[in-house]
């Protein structure tokens, strides 16, 4: 019973209300946020974009190399996620992170990989990358939890703002 009239005080008090976030301003939130995935491999480039997009990420971009991201991103197209495969042979993950950086310091880097090298975890995230998750077990292990991050993100970006 004390919790009901505390959440009608909730709905009545203007400070309060101001303070809360409604949902579906973050699911709005999250439709608009620009996610650019850097994948080689067009079976799991597409099977992370169809996980992303039916988990409310509804602008979301499959590029197949790095170059692309970064002549993408030096144009006037600026994402809030970059997502990239540091088993990529093609990609210097610490090389690629720096100029990302040097083009935009807001972009957030989330490297996404099957190989659990704690090293190179280390080396990134000391670099700046916001996450690095390690996939294990069948081919679509690790889309939840970084859905469960990339939701996290949004929500904390929108209460900063």
């Known amino acids: 019973m004390l919790f009901k009239s505390f959440v ?19 699911s709005l ?16 480039g597409n ?5 992303l997009t039916t988990g409310r990420f509804m ?22 996620f970059v997502i990239v495969d540091s088993e990529d042979q093609s990609i210097n993950c610490l090389e690629f992170l720096r100029r990302i950086r040097l083009q935009n310091s807001f972009i957030r880097v989330i ?10 975890a280390t080396e990134v995230l000391n670099a700046g990358a916001t996450d690095y998750i390690v996939i294990s077990g069948k081919q679509d292990a690790g889309i ?15 209460q900063y703002r």
């Open 8 to 26: 009608l005080i909730q709905k009545k008090h203007p400070l309060i209300e101001q303070s809360l976030i409604p949902m579906n301003s973050i």
């Open 144 to 158: 939840p939890e970084l859905i469960k991050n990339l939701t996290y993100l949004c929500q904390e970006d929108y």
């Open 111 to 120: 490297f996404f990989t099957r190989s659990g090298d704690c090293d190179l």
């Open 59 to 80: 602008n979301t971009r499959l590029l197949h190399n790095p170059e692309e991201a970064l002549s993408l991103i030096s144009g006037n197209t600026v994402p809030n």
């Open 47 to 51: 099977l992370l974009k169809y996980r």
């Open 29 to 44: 939130n999250m439709k608009n946020v620009l996610i650019f995935i850097v994948e080689r491999n067009p079976v799991w």
